[in-house]
């Protein structure tokens, strides 16, 4: 269920009648501030108490938030009804200006320079803890200036983003509001889009606009102290002043091609610049990473899908930030995809968009892309689940992961043997990288003899944040169960001491196998009882005075 707060009184709930709203729309994208705007009838209690630029706005979904941001812009129609656009807290960051400034380090140093200053000049509402940085370079130092005074999100953008790649990742902790800049997301969302099933419509975008298949790398602009080679490099043209390349390491030649994609697609040239480049032989390195992402088209689907979680929320909702599969035999398609936007429509549940992609495909990819579809993830994990459904003990040979993504199991299975039939349920979260180490599983097995049930509830965990930072990892396994032997039901955890025994005249409370209480006859026997504040036996109720002394009053 949706809700929304208004400076942190519930501005919409779908269960009360004065809390409504005539429309109400989220609209969320990776790398973008975010939007939703909403509709309000003049009847609504909070109709004048929404404030331009000043009144905070979230969106929830059952607990969790899906949408901070301000007020930004109102408007009032003849008809009594308030239509208000709110942005989300990315914007605070077009509130700060950064200085003209010239950098050396590594992108976290600049990242982390971009916060403070932003942080510096604003209300303490709008600032932000530097979280997590991925996002790194191949020499791990970045050379990058600015004679404007660009916006914090503009410098981030330009200065980090636009050259680096990565994600603005916003997330609330009891501490105060993080901002991560992230290389990439390592989540996959639990429901799946399956055709037939929840998926609506399906569009497969593939743009080839940006392919080259011939690169000119140029480096930093050169100057009497840093040139290197008495080759002329020309006049000034559209790029600025005479820049460093490639000649004097690539036999002559300014320029990289690639062959192949030249006989399939034809001489596409592009020029791609590297500022902080001073040295020709990085310049050469940097310009054939350049030629191979070059020759990739970027691939986006946009589809609609509906949200089980609206149908049945056992099922966990769709969030953006995390990969979704994607099953539609009909488009011959089974891909796990980022979920780069999402348009939600909190009053109709069958209404929105799901966007994923921004995949790169290289051109061979895209020439037989029916070939390379079908990922091997599913194999290696039930591999992984086969081995340690059966030693848990292999587990801590198999947590060394390099690209931490989290992947769903479930599994259920019916043994019979002579001695009774056993029926196992489980559902195992999986840590996806190099190779596979189980996270958590949840079990429950059945087992039927012909003198006794047993149920078992087992659980066994690691610790994420460990297993993320890949350092030693800390396993929790936990097994509880529900006996029924001779008309008893035992009820406890396997090696705890306590276990709780309920019988048709008695119900005992054992610790070690020794019987410390028990309930029978409507009476109850217990060797000691500690009561924190009163207790009461029929009409009257000892009852603890201010002065520390304890009374006996009739009710």
Not at 224 to 241: C, L, Q, R
Request: overall charge negative; glycine content about 6%; proline content about 2%.
């Amino acid at each position: 269920m949706y809700q929304v707060l208004l400076d942190g009184r519930l501005l919409y709930n779908p269960t009360i009648q004065e809390l409504l709203l005539t429309k109400a729309r989220l609209s969320l994208e990776l790398n973008t501030v975010g939007w939703f705007d909403f509709t309000l009838w003049r009847s609504h209690p909070y109709y004048n108490a929404i404030f331009k630029m000043k009144s905070i706005v979230e969106v929830y979904e059952d607990s969790d938030l899906l949408f901070k941001g301000r007020v930004l812009n109102t408007q009032d129609d003849l008809k009594g009804f308030r239509a208000v656009e709110c942005e989300g807290e990315l914007s605070f960051l077009n509130d700060s200006h950064q200085r003209p400034f010239a950098f050396g380090g590594t992108p976290e140093e600049l990242f982390t320079q971009f916060i403070d200053q932003h942080n510096a000049l604003v209300d303490a509402s709008k600032h932000f803890i530097v979280g997590n940085v991925t996002v790194t370079d191949p020499n791990d130092y970045i050379n990058r200036s600015s004679s404007d005074y660009l916006s914090t999100m503009e410098a981030i953008s330009t200065r980090l983003i636009d050259t680096l790649g990565g994600y603005l990742w916003v997330r609330h902790e009891s501490d105060g509001t993080y901002i991560d800049y992230l290389d990439d997301f390592t989540v996959i969302n639990q429901q799946s889009i399956v055709f037939a099933k929840n998926l609506l419509e399906f569009e497969d975008v593939i743009k080839g606009q940006d392919v080259a298949t011939a690169v000119i790398p140029l480096g930093a602009q050169l100057t009497e102290e840093n040139s290197v080679t008495p080759v002329d490099y020309g006049n000034e043209s559209e790029f600025g002043a005479s820049r460093l390349t490639i000649e004097s390491v690539n036999g002559g030649l300014d320029v990289l091609v690639d062959a192949d994609a030249v006989a399939l697609y034809g001489y596409i040239e592009k020029v791609v610049i590297h500022d902080d480049v001073t040295v020709a032989s990085n310049l050469l390195t940097k310009g054939q990473a350049d030629l191979a992402q070059a020759q990739k088209f970027l691939r986006t689907i946009a589809l609609s899908a509906l949200d089980l979680h609206k149908i049945n929320v056992a099922i966990s909702a769709f969030r953006y930030g995390a990969y979704t599969h994607v099953e539609s035999p009909l488009h011959g398609y089974s891909e796990n995809l980022l979920t780069r936007a999402m348009d939600i429509d909190l009053l109709d549940a069958t209404s929105g968009t799901i966007t994923l992609g921004d995949e790169k495909y290289t051109l061979s990819t895209v020439t037989s892309k029916a070939a390379n579809v079908q990922n091997s993830i599913r194999d290696r994990v039930e591999n992984i689940f086969n081995m340690t459904n059966i030693n848990k003990g292999a587990i801590g040979n198999i947590i060394n992961i390099n690209i931490p993504e989290l992947y769903d199991s479930l599994t259920s299975e019916i043994q019979q043997s002579a001695d009774g039939i056993i029926q196992y349920v489980g559902e195992n979260l999986y840590l996806k990288g190099e190779v596979d180490s189980l996270i958590e599983s949840l079990s429950t097995v059945f087992e039927q003899t012909s003198d006794s049930f047993t149920f078992q509830f087992n659980q066994f965990s690691q610790a994420l944040q460990d297993v993320f930072d890949v350092t030693t990892a800390e396993f929790d396994n936990q097994s509880k169960y529900i006996r029924f032997v001779d008309g008893v039901i035992y009820i406890g955890i396997e090696s705890d001491p306590f276990e709780v025994a309920i019988a048709n005249d008695r119900i005992s409370f054992t610790e070690n196998d020794n019987e410390v209480a028990y309930i029978s006859n409507s009476n109850m026997y217990i060797d000691m009882v500690n009561i924190i504040t009163s207790m009461t036996i029929g009409n009257y109720a000892f009852l603890p005075r201010d002065n520390g002394n304890l009374s006996i009053k009739k009710r």
